[in-house]
């Protein structure tokens, strides 16, 4: 859930140098601000690695992450293992993938249930999770400032429309929302088709898409309020009154003086679409096999917590430090743009 | 103010009835499952599925279906699973509420006191270094998926070091009953409360600091302090108080949502039977029946909460009632 | 027609994880014998269940789970021995005082019914009651087509509200007995009627279901109370009396508790520190305990093979598996010991190509889908044959999806099999669902699956439970939620096989099992599936459980167990 209030951008009786434009001064900010630079830094490398993942599972580790091979070896040592360990005793029940070996070229953090490197799959699935945290994000923010727009700005009849609609989703559990969503497209033969439209359930968009839906009203309520306030601002009333057409008006006019909302917004944003994306993989209605996401290894990682605990701690480590990098990350643009702003994120 | 009231309230229901159509429709109006034959059991006859869904009316049309199960729901109360023709979903739910709400009180208890603790600390150490310490703790803790850190928790209470005497006590995952042994019921679910807890410690800890700081620079906080007051009774009688308000419908708003299911994921983790449980369970097996009980339970947690926060805000600050 | 528990197999994902602490101790494997003496008699037996069983109306229930509580609270008018061992298997009277042969050319069954017999509520047994058994599978209605054979059930199970089953069900409750008349002779109809479907209830009965309420029975135990999100609940039946030891014999807890709701990791916990008894038969024990019950707790560990097989249903009406060659070819494929691996390993499972599993009636080993010449058993893949198949039937670089399960097992073996399609060239992706929706999604032909996972576990020790209810042509039904037939498999020829072994097996049982074998090889060349592996049954009892028997079709013998 997030929640905003954010003051009017300018009215901080700024010190700062006259002349430059607001966006210019917060990035002087922004770059003063230690924490928040080292925040940056850590999120791009978070994405450099993760989008690096073909290149180290093809050359590094020589591993295809995405085919079963119980049968598969290793070497550990300077000797060639088998992945799978049969269980002991009389009984000789179980089999056991290998675990960490801490060498990069084989098996870093060992195999999973079915094989499969696990060090490669953390990358990969970094991959996916950023795609779709970043994609729901921006088409969340996208589609609220949309709404937010129009309703602010026709008010009256659609403005109540719009508003009712995004009050419905607004208290609808999010969570349960977003998992009664999935399991109902994921059990449909055909997946998601709307037109010419057809996402099938294996895509990434499938996810991506639900979580940009429920986030909607979360953004669409600050918006809205920022576009009714700057809607009775001087200038714009005074460009009304010229009889400037209402379209015009909303972007070129009112859009301007709310995209600092969304700017602040987006990493926050993105840190809890990523939350909620592994935490729908982790149900199983994400992310779909074989394809991997933070939350999906943890899923895959839960069978193994008592023999290989490291297959569902380490995607949660890179969850904490991602989803870390960009509320720390947000806070720095929250001072930047508006030191005197309100935020609250929670996932 | 009693229009007010009223007017909310009318608002109340409208949702309340946006969303009951809502999960009808998501779940309906999608083909996939024929609820028919989930209550004809294994490997019924085409026959008997085609009975089936005649004595349950699923021949009718969808408006009819609608006001059936809404009737059954609400009026009657007979309301039967479809996965089990012998659960009547109502009492099903009555029973997972306890479970639900022995979770997220204890949590509460556990996240208020400890916000309350690390947000006045930083607040007052503004300047030190434990002021960032500790709000990096608190990004820290909003940064971390609920569902891993249950299982790390579970990992280290109920493998690792389960053999240890540092969590020896810690019983087997599932919900003692609060009635047969308060005992077992407090440590059941200690590991969970304090799960469930991190997040919000985080979150209104900051919260709280920030206001602290905000209200720090108010005009009667300067003039308490021109009076002479000492800094702890400025500190507790007047900056804590009003920065309070704001936590408080907060608190409400965050303590509906996870009553009405919001804490399914912890549930799942520590095999807690409550209303998220059964919410997840039954959305495997499209168990529509329960799915729509348990949601629209869930939003009259939610939307009640919002409301009732409203109303207070409202009450308290006539500014923001609307005209 | 059973399936593997849906809810067992869809619940598993709550984890929790035990006191990896503490070793068995010092006790003596339990062995197998007869029914224990008075003096073990007593106490309480704690079953641990991590789902329920659903409907608990005896007409309705298909679950392993009640059946086993079922057979001790209830009798039929014949039922299968109670005992461990391959002697389960068979058919013994109970209710009724022989097993009649069948007369007026295999239509006709009468049975005496064993006299002073009472339910648990004090109503002495009738003869009519029968009549309201068969009549509750039509009303309720009842979950199979098991009974569709008798006079004037067809006209039933259409029109429940006008049932008359007078023709098919003739009873005199003086004299005792039982007549029912079918429309053709069934040599499986015994085996049916051993079914807790037919188990007595008393005659009051309403014709609707019964929903959790369990209707008095006439066995050892009665229903004290069941509640699907706690317990259910069996006490001893005060009016009984032991009138045959193979079929219903006195058992020896006092009562009986089985528990629902805790994680497999918990259950196996719980095990392991004897804080309760018995992990119920179908919770698997999760692959990440298992090394550990192995080593530790051996002792307390029964394995058994399974008649049962897992297999992927390979949809012979849909491309590219409407071509036999594309579907041998997968056959060749399919590593069944990697499959075996994620399974549990090569102590918990079987390799098998064929659909009948070991020690079943017709079953004589026959493997064409592996590597090297012995045709007898699985050894590794054969991926050249595998290529050549591919390359000669044209469905080279075919799109082909896989629907399997999100559990643990399922996802794993859908991904194998999609690994192995993929190395011969098919282009396979999986799609899964959770275990509830999936099982009748892939039973529906308008959903054109190409691939479905599935299981299959006997309901009684007949060759055509698995070939003609698996692979008949008349269990397809199309468009329907109900086709058990899921590789919508149908060939004229060997269906014609099918319905001359079940003539046979009237008069020449073993006659007609040579048939049923030729049929189940004939199938296997046929490729209407992928079958994998027939699993062992890992029990895991506490140290304090003795008396294991082991049915194989009522499993663990829990009245049999003592605890004292």
């Known amino acids: 859930m997030i929640d905003v209030a954010l003051d009017q951008p300018g009215v901080e009786a700024s010190s700062e140098v006259a002349g430059r434009s607001p966006w210019a001064l917060a990035l002087r900010r922004l770059r003063r601000n230690r924490i928040s630079l080292a925040a940056f830094v850590l999120f791009i490398a978070i994405v450099v690695i993760s989008f690096s993942a073909p290149y180290y599972a093809r050359s590094v580790a020589h591993v295809d992450p995405f085919v079963n091979n119980v049968n598969g070896t290793t070497i550990v040592n300077g000797k060639r293992v088998p992945l799978f360990q049969q269980g002991g005793g009389i009984l000789h029940l179980g089999e056991t993938p290998i675990g960490p070996t801490l060498d990069l070229h084989h098996y870093f953090l060992g195999a999973d249930n079915q094989g499969r490197d696990v060090a490669a799959r953390v990358l990969y699935g970094g991959r996916s999770s950023l795609e779709i945290g970043v994609g729901s994000a921006v088409i969340c923010c996208l589609i609220a400032t949309l709404l937010a727009l129009v309703a602010g700005f026709y008010g009256g009849v659609v403005d109540g429309l719009v508003s009712r609609a995004m009050d419905v989703v607004w208290a609808f559990p999010v969570l349960l929302f977003a998992i009664s969503v999935s399991t109902v497209l994921l059990t449909a033969p055909n997946g998601l088709e709307v037109g010419p439209v057809h996402i099938v359930a294996s895509s990434l968009w499938l996810p991506t898409l639900i979580i940009a839906a429920i986030y909607v009203p979360y953004v669409y309520r600050p918006i809205r309020g920022h576009v009714l306030s700057v809607r009775e601002k001087e200038f714009v009333q005074a460009a009304i009154a010229q009889g400037a057409s209402n379209m015009r008006l909303a972007f070129s006019e009112v859009l301007p003086n709310v995209t600092h909302v969304v700017v602040v917004l987006l990493p926050l944003m993105i840190a809890t679409t990523i939350l909620t994306e592994s935490a729908l993989s982790f149900l199983s209605v994400g992310v779909q096999a074989p394809a991997a996401s933070w939350g999906t290894i943890i899923d895959d990682g839960q069978g193994l917590l008592y023999t290989r605990p490291w297959v569902a701690i380490a995607p949660g480590i890179m969850i904490v430090l991602t989803v870390l990098s960009l509320n720390v990350l947000g806070d720095g643009i929250r001072d930047a743009l508006d030191p005197r702003a309100k935020l609250r994120v929670d996932g | 103010m009693l229009t007010f009231v009223i007017r909310r309230t009318v608002s109340t229901i409208g949702v309340l009835f946006g969303i009951s159509v809502m999960v009808f429709l998501i779940f309906f109006a999608t083909p996939g499952v024929d609820p028919a ?276 805000y409202a009450w308290l600050d006539p500014r923001v009632r609307p005209t | ?231 259910a609940v069996l006490v001893r039946n005060p009016y009984f009396k032991q009138w045959s030891v193979d079929a219903q014999p006195l058992g020896n807890p006092d009562s009986i508790v089985e528990k629902f709701g805790l994680s497999l990791e918990a259950e196996v916990t719980e095990i392991e520190n004897g804080q309760a008894d018995v992990m119920f038969d179908q919770d698997l024990i999760p692959a990440d305990r298992l090394s550990d019950v192995s080593t530790k707790y051996a002792s307390q560990v029964h394995v058994q093979l399974l008649t049962a097989d897992y297999y992927f249903a390979l949809n012979t009406r849909v491309p590219p598996f409407n071509n036999l060659q594309a579907r041998q070819a997968v056959n060749y494929a399919a590593d069944r010991g990697a499959m075996i691996k994620e399974f549990g390993g090569p102590s918990l499972a079987a390799p098998t190509c064929q659909i009948l599993p070991p020690n079943f009636p017709g079953y004589k080993p026959y493997c064409p889908y592996t590597a090297g010449t012995d045709t007898t058993k699985w050894t590794a893949p054969d991926l050249t044959k595998a290529r050549q198949l591919v390359a000669q039937s044209g469905t080279k670089g075919a799109k082909v999806t896989i629907v399997g399960t999100t559990d643990e097992l399922g996802k794993a073996l859908a991904l194998q099999l999609v690994s192995d399609m993929n190395k011969i060239g098919y282009n396979a992706t999986a799609h899964l669902l959770a275990g509830g929706p999936q099982y009748p999604f892939i039973q529906n032909s308008s959903n054109k699956i190409q691939v479905g996972y599935s299981q299959w576990f006997q309901d009684y020790p007949a060759a055509s439970d698995f070939l003609n209810v698996l692979t008949g042509c008349g269990n397809f039904h199309p468009n329907s939620d109900a086709s058990p037939n899921i590789a919508e498999f149908c060939n004229k020829g060997i269906q014609a096989k099918m319905t001359q072994a079940s003539t046979l097996a009237a008069t020449n049982p073993t006659g007609a099992n040579d048939i049923w074998a030729q049929v189940d090889h004939q199938v296997t060349d046929q490729a209407p599936w992928v079958d994998m592996f027939n699993p062992k049954q890992i029990d895991f009892e506490a140290k304090r459980v003795q008396g294991y028997q082991w049915s194989p079709q009522w499993y663990t013998l829990l009245d049999q167990l003592w605890v004292k």
């Open chain 2, 37 to 312: 034959r989930q209550l004809a059991g294994r490997n019924p006859s085409p026959s008997s599925i085609a009975l089936i869904r005649h004595q349950f009316g699923l021949d009718r049309p969808l408006p009819v279906r609608y006001a059936i199960m809404m009737q059954k729901l609400f009026i009657t109360r007979d309301l039967v699973s479809y996965s089990n023709q012998g659960q009547k979903v109502v009492p099903e739910i009555v029973a997972a509420v306890p479970t639900t709400l022995s979770l997220v009180f204890g949590a509460a208890v556990i996240w208020v006191v400890l916000a309350v603790v690390m947000g006045v600390l930083a607040a007052v150490l503004k300047g030190t270094v434990f002021d960032p310490l500790l709000m990096i703790l608190a990004l820290i803790g909003i940064s971390m998926p609920v569902f891993w850190l249950g299982e790390v928790a579970n990992l280290i209470t109920q493998a690792r070091f389960h053999g240890s005497f540092l969590f020896s006590w810690v019983p087997a995952l599932g919900y003692i009953s609060l009635t047969g042994d308060p005992f077992g019921w407090f440590k059941s679910l200690l590991i969970p409360w304090l799960t469930l807890s991190v997040l919000y410690i985080g979150f209104y800890a900051r919260v709280l600091r920030a206001n602290l700081l905000e209200v720090e620079n108010e005009d009667y906080v300067r003039t308490a302090r021109a009076k002479g007051l000492s800094e702890r009774r400025v500190l507790l009688r007047h900056t804590l108080r009003t920065s309070m308000i704001t936590f408080v419908s907060l608190f409400g708003l965050d303590f509906g949502a996870l009553v009405g299911g919001g804490a399914l994921l912890t549930e799942v983790v520590f095999g807690l039977h409550g209303v998220g449980y059964l919410t997840y369970v039954s959305l495997q097996n499209l168990d529509l029946p329960t799915i729509m009980a348990t949601v629209v339970y869930g939003a009259v947690f939610i939307v009640l909460a919002n409301a009732l926060v409203d109303i207070a």
């Open chain 3, 1 to 231: 027609m059973r399936h593997l528990s849906w809810k067992a197999t869809a619940l598993v994902v709550a984890v929790a994880l035990s006191a990896g602490c503490g070793s068995s101790g010092s006790s003596s494997p339990t062995t197998s014998t007869s029914s224990g003496t008075a003096s073990h008699r007593g106490g309480t037996l704690t079953v641990l269940s991590n789902a329920s069983f659903g409907t608990a109306d005896p007409a309705q229930n298909y679950t392993l789970g009640e059946w086993q509580l079922l057979i001790m609270t209830h009798d039929g008018l014949v039922g299968f021995k109670r005992v461990g061992g391959a002697g389960g298997n068979a058919l013994v009277p109970d209710l009724a005082t022989t097993v009649p042969v069948p007369t007026n050319g295999g239509k006709t069954y009468t049975f005496t019914l064993q006299p002073g017999i009472k339910y648990s509520d004090g109503t002495p047994l009738k003869a009519s009651d029968f009549l309201t058994v068969v009549k509750r599978q039509f009303t309720v209605p009842g979950p199979t087509t098991f009974y569709n054979q008798i006079v004037g059930a067809a006209a039933c199970a259409a029109k429940p509200k006008s049932c008359d089953l007078s023709k098919g069900v003739v009873t005199d409750d003086t004299a005792g007995t039982v007549t029912f008349n079918l429309t053709s002779p069934d040599p499986e109809f015994l085996d049916q009627l051993a079914l807790p479907f037919m188990l007595a209830v008393p005659g009051t009965t309403p014709l609707t279901n019964q929903g959790n309420n369990v209707p008095p029975g006439t066995g050892p135990y009665m229903w004290k109370s069941y509640d699907p999100n706690k317990a």
